[in-house]
């Protein structure tokens, strides 16, 4: 009968020993369990201001956008002005160097009758 007490003391302690283990286990695993709960909060935390940044960064380049466009416009606009006073000093000089080749023949034809009435007195 000695055998039965002690197989029972080995049986108890062999069954302390394993509910120690599971308490272990279980203690383990819920610290593993809130350490990933504590991970996904801080991935949570960084996808949202990753998030946040890219909405910041996309208003960004929308507004770069639009000041592209509109400084586009404006060279477009400036090209186009450029191009009207560049005819418009064409044409102008156009009409100078009418006038003044008009101006020069009247010139010439004065200065050639002045020459005509002074050969005429024989000066």
């Not at 049986?11 to 990933?36: K, P």
């Amino acid at each position: 009968m000695t055998q039965a007490p002690d197989r029972l003391d080995i049986l108890i302690d062999q069954v302390a020993r394993l509910t120690e283990g599971l308490t272990e286990l279980r203690l383990s695993n819920e610290a593993s369990h809130r350490a990933s709960i504590e991970k996904f909060d801080r991935m949570w935390e960084a996808m949202q201001r990753q998030s946040q940044d890219i909405e910041r960064v996309s208003k960004n380049i929308e507004h770069v956008s639009k000041n592209i466009e509109h400084v586009s416009q404006n060279i477009d606009q400036m090209s186009q002005n450029i191009d009207r006073m560049a005819n418009e000093v064409t044409a102008t000089a156009r009409q100078q160097a009418q006038t003044i080749d008009r101006l020069t023949q009247q010139q010439a034809q004065t200065v050639d009758r002045l020459i005509q009435l002074l050969e005429a007195k024989g000066v």
